[in-house]
């Protein structure tokens, strides 16, 4: 009688200066770790001791790759492709699973992480699994709701197909070697807790200062209470056990909108955006898959 053999997973990320910048790597990697047979982490040349720190993790999962960044590559964030498929492309699991160093998954739902990946493995029509987002803003305490903000997005993909990430922040699949389009998926019932926007400011400001200068532009200045008051509501849920330290030292505490803010063009489209959507129960935010199970 045969038996079929469970789907592995592979863990992967990519960072540089992640202590400089205030990223919560350590938990966002730990927590992970349970869920993977395997953690490949490029880590670009910086001088910050994030090298040290993942090292210091000592867990004989995590696989680490020192790489060096272009520091010439100024074209619409491609430096970060770059090294998110270095780190992609060494993963050997069935599924690659792929976690930023601001994102963290909660304890709690770790099993239905796995379930969903045993649930599909099967089926290959399902390409990749899509997360719910929770886009933390401001302060730990709030999130951004509004269609600026994917509200979906694929996270872990099956490492058997031909796929690439553009810009870093999505995959694009390469089948018959035509024009790329985006992967089929299901839903893995599960949460991405994004903390990027909760950071210090310095450490914020810090980061916007160098995406801006791979994506060739001039970057702004970094006011978290500058946001249409419509685009964030307060969060009732609770956070991962392993970001508690981190969301205690390195997050800002407090925050509320700006009331006298003034709207730019993109915040009143996304106003309207949002009133369709009340209207109509649509989901206006960006969509990088297809939902085919």
Request: with cysteine; aromatic share 12%.
């Amino acid at each position: 009688m045969s038996t079929t053999q469970r789907a592995t997973i592979s863990g992967f990320t990519f960072i540089r200066n992640g202590v400089d910048f205030g990223f919560p790597f350590e938990a966002s990697i730990r927590s992970l770790l349970p869920l993977v047979d395997e953690f490949v982490i490029a880590v670009g040349l910086g001088h910050d001791g994030t090298l040290e720190r993942i090292r210091a993790l000592n867990d004989p999962k995590i696989r680490i790759i020192e790489t060096i960044w272009n520091e010439r590559m100024a074209e619409r964030g491609f430096v970060y492709a770059q090294q998110k498929m270095i780190a992609q492309y060494s993963c050997t699991g069935d599924w690659a699973f792929y976690l930023e160093g601001d994102e963290v998954l909660h304890e709690a739902e770790l099993e239905a992480i796995r379930a969903s990946v045993d649930q599909h493995h099967g089926n290959a029509a399902v390409e990749a699994l899509v997360f719910d987002y929770l886009h933390f803003y401001g302060a730990p305490s709030w999130i951004a709701t509004s269609p600026a903000w994917y509200r979906r997005e694929c996270r872990l993909i099956r490492n058997t197909i031909r796929s690439y990430a553009p810009d870093g922040q999505f995959w694009v699949v390469m089948d018959k070697h035509k024009r790329g389009r985006t992967p089929q998926a299901a839903l893995a019932n599960a949460h991405i807790y994004h903390y990027g926007p909760v950071r210090k400011v310095h450490y914020m400001q810090g980061k916007m200062d160098l995406v801006n200068k791979y994506w060739n532009k001039t970057p702004p200045k970094v006011d978290y209470r500058q946001i249409d008051a419509q685009a964030v509501q307060r969060f009732t849920g609770t956070h991962p056990a392993l970001v508690a330290n981190w969301l205690a030292t390195e997050a800002e505490t407090e925050f509320s909108p700006d009331p006298n803010h003034v709207l730019t063009a993109r915040e009143k489209k996304h106003r309207w955006s949002m009133k369709l959507e009340r209207l109509f129960g649509w989901d206006l935010s960006h969509k990088h898959y297809k939902l085919v199970a």
